[in-house]
């Protein structure tokens, strides 16, 4: 069971990338992590060459590929500001995805007031214009389903531009990681994250592991959506909401639904041991070259042989 446990986790590890971009990141943190990465990486780095776009492809809305291994057409701007929302991070240019998604965080801003008791959504990364792998942080968030949200109710008021690139979310956890920080978890949490997971697009919303432990004590005797919400490391400023493949994209490739049961007992167990607590460090992965992503990806970044012989020229 363990082995088990910890093969599909491993897995999951891939897909989602232990090390997400930390939603309380500022945008002054980010930039040099970016200049170095780049040094680091050869130039048909996917996210050397997804990372240079900064406006979206043409054409009808596609989902192309994995969550991790993928690409976004047709993408659509989540606006700055709306009724319910505020895109934080906006130097980022993250507020890229799929129109299902944008739609979909359109409309359960709009009812969380009323529905979760929360005023409205901070509205952490999203996806790069064109999809793809990102320069830093994340290893999902690659073909528009993905957006996290942050754990900070949103303010009365508007943010300014300098606000939304420097203020931190608010960390949920406490007790080294063990449960939620009682100081500032609330009720509204629990529903906003309910909320969330009873959406009929949504395949999966990660979260704490603390998080997750204190749904499983809330939560009523009808937890049937808590199958949704899963467990993962990190997460504990914001969480991560994945929307199923959409209509209309049939090179998209979904995940399997997350097994039933509502996903506590021993199965969050697990995340309370060492071994997933301090989990032995694994070798870094190969950074994903244009080629390793669906072929009509290509088409989406400049050639990627010109754009080899550009950046090399530019680091000369
Ligand atoms: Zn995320």
């Not at 969480?239 to 994209?249: D, E, I, K, T, Y």
Request: proline share 12%; with cysteine; charged share 20%.
């Amino acid at each position: 069971m363990r082995s088990l446990c910890l093969c599909g986790m491993l897995t999951l590890l891939a897909c989602l990338g232990r090390g997400e971009a930390s939603a309380q990141e500022t945008a002054a943190e980010e930039a040099p992590r970016r200049a170095m990465v780049i040094a680091h990486l050869p130039p048909d780095a996917a996210k050397v060459l997804f990372g240079r776009e900064s406006t979206p492809a043409a054409g009808p809305p596609q989902a192309i590929g994995s969550y991790e291994r993928g690409c976004l057409s047709g993408a659509i701007a989540l606006p700055a500001d709306g009724p319910n929302w505020q895109v934080m991070r906006p130097s980022r240019n993250r507020a890229w995805g799929h129109p299902v998604l944008i739609a979909f965080i359109e409309r359960l801003a709009q009812k969380l007031p009323g529905e979760a008791g929360w005023p409205g959504l901070l509205v952490g990364d999203i996806a790069q214009p064109r999809g793809g792998p990102m320069l830093t942080g994340h290893g999902s968030h690659q073909i528009g389903l993905d957006v996290d949200l942050w754990l900070t109710p949103m303010p009365n008021r508007r943010l300014s531009p300098a606000e939304r690139d420097g203020i931190s979310a608010t960390d949920v956890v406490a007790g080294e990681g063990m449960d939620i920080d009682p100081t500032v978890w609330t009720p509204q949490h629990r529903l906003l994250l309910e909320a969330v997971a009873r959406e009929p697009l949504v395949e999966r919303v990660f979260v704490n592991p603390a998080i997750k432990r204190a749904l499983c004590r809330e939560g009523g005797p009808e937890r049937a959506w808590m199958a949704k919400i899963r467990p993962w490391w990190g997460h504990n400023y914001h969480f991560h909401v994945r929307l199923s493949c959409p209509s209309g994209s049939p090179q998209c490739r979904g995940q399997a639904p997350p097994p039933p049961g509502d996903g506590c007992g021993k199965e969050l167990d697990w995340w309370f041991t060492e071994e997933a607590r301090h989990p032995r460090p694994s070798p870094p992965r190969k950074p994903l070259r244009l080629g390793n992503l669906p072929p009509a990806c290509a088409a989406l970044v400049a050639a990627p042989t010109g754009q080899a012989r550009q950046l090399r020229g530019a680091a000369q």
